[in-house]
């Protein structure tokens, strides 16, 4: 466009197109255009690569260092748990299957070299029996919560968007299952599992199927601020639909608190499964968990509170590092605080 | 006029609130040819904005009703069309430019893709053609380094910029009609007059028909090729912009002309503006809805609605003395404004 043609003549045909004229080269266009000085608007930041919001958001998380360090601890927890075959049976012996003998010599000993975190009363590697229950832990947030915002975020969706007796329906719906008492309600779900089809799966089912309201509202009144920005009407007023609306433009705009409520979400889901596992409702023998070791080892708080004692520090300091990572997230997608 | 593409027949939209009926628009009439420009004058609230959003079809019903009336786009009824219909109208035949460009761009996506998606949706082209268009657009409406600039997010524009982006946006599909809500009203003076220069040079080019709603005869002064003026929702005059401008037939039109700031008088007569409010549309006025401001009312204009009176062919005003002998634009006492 800096090239100048001769001065401008007038065009033989008197109905040009856009495409028209781009093949004729938009030089004199612009020049009429933009007629006289140089505009000083176009002073613009140039050049340079544009970051994105969501690359916005990780240059500040990484600088909050509470936040890196609770991802870091969950990294840890999770690559343990995910190459435990790989190394925690080589050394510390299969904490999934019962030696007879080390049942009968090895029973409940104190942390010691070879048992960093000591055995449990069938002679069970603890430390070992920890990274498997990482495992169960893990699956139980990471897939409880995702039903959960799943169905949240498609709810609150519709509801925020649509409004009118949509919204009413879903809302009073989300009302009456924010109104149950949530673990008494898995329990009575858990319940009517037969006892010989418990397991993880009936677990994550039950902690996402309730989970999902508080996304549910959470999203939707997301929705409702997000959707009376100028940017939607006139994403309309181009011809855009309901759902490219809905989804293309709304959802990026709206999804930041459910991002940083699901975070913390998964720290709670780990708990309610642990609470679950700890009433014999969830997890079932042999499979380990870290609310059922403490059931187990319950028994033996006065004689051996180590038992106890690890699968709590591993349930305390997951869940607290979860929590701590929405936390730093929350902060991150914050663009209030951009500095 | 020669092809007829646009014409609002009698339009009504009345909006059903708890305080009454709001007769936001209330019968306005005139037809658009291919490539010409309209303004749309009018104070705050005399429904020129709503009469656009009304003909694609944006207002939300309910609280909005049409009352009555049609609008035929090339012989089509807007009113009565399905949504599916007139989505693929919206952006592609008749695109709009809003107000405000500092809210009107999504701000989580690039410049690019905000470009490339009606010409996806509407023309059917495919993400690398859409781009390259966008930058071609970007250069047409006097954009720099449209090549790094469409990789860019809304953020790193400015103000006249981002307006120059939903100009292009609008003519991304090649309109038939541009329609135009206030598009200079947040910009500074410098900038509105480059944009205005813009639209102008960018209409001569593409044929596009403009509809510019404007409470500023200044802006419509050099674009529009007839004028219609609207107050309270009716429309009181309408005309070739020459006529309404050399032989202004309403009281309301005298008092527009007479508030337009000059440079050419003495500080004392600057500015005449009109005196009163304009009335609430809820509880309109009787008669004569300008009359409680009008000079010249009298006990019909109190008691009678007017009809529209043609003075010539295609200019009308709605006014009972509108063209009688004597009844000219007099001296307006300018009180309130004084040095």
Redesign the interface.
């Known amino acids: ?1 800096t090239e100048k043609h001769e001065p401008h003549v007038p065009h033989e045909h ?6 028209e ?2 093949k004729e080269g ?1 030089s004199e ?2 020049a ?4 006289g000085p140089p ?4 002073a ?4 340079g690569t ?1 970051r ?2 969501w690359g916005d958001a990780w240059y500040r998380l990484r600088r909050n260092k509470l936040a890196l360090a609770a991802l870091v601890w969950i990294l840890i927890v999770a690559i343990a748990a995910i190459t435990a075959d790989l190394w925690v049976p080589q050394n510390f012996g299969d904490p999934r299957t019962i030696d007879t003998q080390a049942a009968a010599t090895q029973r409940l000993l104190p942390p010691q070299p070879g048992h960093p975190f000591g055995t449990d009363d069938l002679g069970r590697d603890i430390f070992g029996r920890v990274i498997y229950g990482a495992r169960v832990s893990l699956t139980v947030g990471v897939i409880a919560t995702a039903i959960a915002v799943l169905i949240g975020v498609a709810l609150g969706a519709l509801s925020g968007y649509y409004g009118r007796w949509t919204d009413s329906v879903i809302m009073r719906t989300t009302d009456i299952f924010l109104a149950f008492p949530y673990i008494l309600f898995s329990i009575l779900i858990l319940a009517v599992v037969p006892p010989d089809q418990r397991g993880i799966w009936p677990v994550i089912a039950a902690i996402g199927f309730l989970g999902w309201p508080t996304f549910a509202r959470l999203f939707r009144s997301s929705v409702l601020s997000v959707k009376e ?3 939607i ?9 309901d759902a ?1 609306l809905l989804f293309r ?1 709304i959802t ?2 709206a999804i930041a608190p459910v991002v940083v409520y699901a975070t913390m979400s998964i720290g709670g889901a780990i708990l309610s499964e642990a609470a679950l596992s700890f009433l014999g409702l969830g997890v079932q023998p042999p499979a380990i968990s870290w609310g059922r070791m403490i059931d187990d080892g319950r028994a033996f708080l006065t004689i051996a509170p180590t038992v106890v004692l690890f699968p709590g520090l591993a349930i305390l300091s997951t869940v607290l590092a979860f929590t701590l990572l929405g936390d730093g997230v929350r902060d991150a997608l914050d663009v209030k605080m951009k500095d | 006029m020669a092809d007829e593409l646009l014409r609002v027949d009698d339009l009504k939209m009345h909006f059903h609130t708890r305080d009454g009926v709001v007769k936001a628009v209330d019968g306005v009439t005139y037809t658009l040819g291919k490539g010409e420009a309209l303004g749309v004058v009018g104070e705050s609230g005399s429904g020129k904005s709503v009469h656009a959003l009304t003909m694609m079809g944006l207002i939300p019903m309910p609280p909005g009703r049409i009352e009555g009336g049609d609008v035929l786009f090339r012989g089509r009824s807007l009113v009565q069309m399905p949504e599916a219909e007139i989505r693929k109208i919206r952006g592609n035949e008749i695109a709009m430019i809003f107000q405000d460009p500092m809210t009107s761009l999504n701000p989580v996506y690039r410049i690019g893709r905000q470009l490339a998606e009606p010409l996806m949706v509407h023309k059917g082209m495919s993400k690398a053609e859409a781009w390259k268009r966008a930058e071609e657009l970007l250069t047409l409406v006097g954009i720099p380094h449209a090549e790094s600039r469409v990789k860019d997010y809304p953020h790193q524009f400015s103000g006249g910029m981002r307006q120059r982006v939903m100009i292009a946006m609008a003519l991304a599909c090649d309109p038939d009609i541009l329609i135009a809500d206030e598009p200079t009203t947040a910009l500074d003076v410098t900038i509105q007059a480059q944009i205005l220069e813009l639209m102008q040079a960018l209409q001569k080019r593409t044929g596009s028909a403009i509809i510019m709603i404007t409470h500023d005869l200044g802006v419509v002064a050099d674009m529009a090729d007839r004028i219609l003026v609207m107050y309270a929702g009716r429309p009181v005059e309408y005309g070739t912009t020459d006529e309404v401008f050399y032989r202004p037939l309403h009281p309301y039109t005298w008092g527009l002309m007479d508030s337009i700031p000059r440079h050419d008088v003495t500080q004392k007569e600057a500015l005449c503006p009109i005196k009163g409010q304009p009335p609430s549309l809820i509880a309109l006025p009787s008669g004569c809805t300008f009359h409680p401001r009008c000079p010249y009312a009298t006990d019909k204009c109190r008691s009678e609605v007017p009809e529209k009176r043609f003075v010539a062919e295609g200019h009308y005003a709605t006014c009972h003395y509108a063209g009688d002998e004597g009844f000219v634009r007099g001296e307006v006492e300018c009180a309130g404004v004084s040095a």
């Not at chain 1, 008197?14 to 495409?19: F, G, K, Q, Y």
């Not at chain 1, 009429?32 to 007629?35: F, S």
């Not at chain 1, 505009?39 to 176009?42: A, I, L, V």
């Open positions: 466009m008197s109905d040009p197109t856009i495409s004229i781009k938009v266009l612009h009429h255009a933009v007629a505009p000083r608007e176009e613009g930041p140039l050049g544009s994105t919001l920005n100028d940017y009407d006139a994403g309309r007023a181009l011809g855009a639909s490219r433009h990026p705009n």
